[in-house]
């Protein structure tokens, strides 16, 4: 009897942490906040939704809101795969070796994907497209090849036209070139991490101290929310359709980026592989490799999301050698014994806030 009681108490203790948690939760939580003092925009762009969230009223509120919703609609119709007339569309269909004219925006998205594709032995590739394309990750297709692997010899073919030296980006005045007619790029790692930063920019540029944004899953935090400390953000456990906080973390003036294997994937014979393709080896990451997630904190957010697909796809311990190499905040998680284990760099210790 008095094992049961102990029992039951256990359970409802257990219950309110995990509660209590998840208040302080993954999805920024403003909990404590005076919700009619809380300013919140939201809205669709790059094939997911993005909000910014501000812990006191404003003046201009409307204004500020038009100029941020503004650049996100510009910034998907500039980098989108979905539009076939955005700019990047545009700039996949076969053309010239010649330097063409692009947005300042696209010139320095590929300037900073050449940089990661460097830092990272070439893991990290826009120039993915083809394969990217061939696995059924592409846009207006719904992800895997019901089932079905790819040829060997369609992989060469794909493989043939990827490699990060294939596109040459100059910022000023902001062109860009490719190596070979066929070369297509694809900045689904890299886009919602540059978009997170330029609604930053323009925050900033209004005087806005305190806000928290969301590009997708790309988060960046200034200031303070409504509690007065420092935003404090859940990184999610990896696992598909449930939504539950692994550890929280604070971000000043910081963004954090996940990759993983766990929200866009498919099964081939019996493995499940995801969106993450390898260009060394041309084949989607297969879960059966271990590691879940990869998670990145960097003043950054466009390097934040780039590095944490290029850390993804290293794998565990290659990823997470050349993240304690170059100094930067990480957290990697493997499946371990029926649970989830985590290593992280010695960076990303300090945000974290249990
Ligand atoms: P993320 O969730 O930021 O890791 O981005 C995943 C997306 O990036 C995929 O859906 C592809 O569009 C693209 N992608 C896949 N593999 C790579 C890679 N090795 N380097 C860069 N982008 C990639
Ligand atoms: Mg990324």
Redesign the pocket.
């Known amino acids: 009897m008095k094992r049961r009681v102990a029992f039951l108490v256990a359970l409802v203790v257990v219950g309110a942490v995990v509660v209590w948690i998840r208040l302080r939760g993954t999805t920024p939580s403003l909990s404590d906040a005076d919700s009619s003092q809380v300013v919140e925009w939201s809205g669709a762009t790059m094939g997911g939704t993005w909000s910014v969230k501000i812990p006191h009223a404003m003046a201009d509120e409307e204004k500020l809101h038009k100029r941020v919703a503004d650049e996100l609609a510009r910034l998907d119709s500039l980098l989108s795969?979905w539009h076939e007339d955005s700019e990047v569309s545009r700039f996949n269909r076969p053309k010239g070796v010649e330097w063409i004219s692009v947005s300042k925006d696209l010139a320095e998205i590929v300037s900073v994907?050449r940089q990661v594709?460097e830092e990272t032995g070439g893991?990290?590739?826009?120039t993915?497209?083809p394969?990217?394309n061939l696995w059924g990750?592409?846009p207006a297709q719904s992800g895997g090849r019901n089932g079905v692997v790819s040829a060997e010899a369609e992989i060469a073919a794909a493989r043939a036209r990827v490699g990060w030296r294939g596109v040459e980006a100059r910022v000023s005045p902001p062109a860009l070139r490719k190596a070979r007619a066929e070369i297509a790029i694809?900045?689904?790692?890299?886009g919602?991490?540059y978009a997170a930063d330029a609604v930053a920019r323009i925050l900033d540029s209004a005087g806005v101290k305190d806000y928290l944004i969301a590009i997708g899953?790309e988060l960046r935090g200034h200031g303070h929310s409504a509690s007065g400390a420092a935003w404090k953000v859940g990184v999610e456990t990896p696992v598909a359709d449930v939504q539950r906080v692994l550890l929280s973390v604070e971000l000043k003036e910081q963004g954090i980026?996940?990759?993983?294997d766990y929200?866009?994937f498919f099964e081939m014979g019996g493995v499940r592989y995801c969106?993450?393709?390898?260009?060394r080896t041309g084949w989607?990451i297969a879960a059966a490799r271990g590691l879940a997630g990869v998670s990145v904190i960097h003043s950054s957010s466009v390097r934040a999301?780039?590095l944490?697909?290029?850390f993804?796809?290293l794998g565990a311990e290659e990823g997470f050698k050349k993240a304690e190499e170059m100094g930067i905040a990480a957290l990697f998680v493997t499946r371990g014994q029926g649970k989830f284990e985590m290593k992280m760099t010695k960076e990303f210790a300090g945000p974290v806030k249990r």
């Open positions: 795969l994907a594709s893991a990290f590739d826009i993915i497209a394969l990217v990750f592409g694809d900045l689904g790692a890299i919602k991490g899953g980026s996940t990759s993983g929200r866009n969106h993450e393709i390898d260009p989607p999301d780039a944490a697909t290029g993804f796809v």
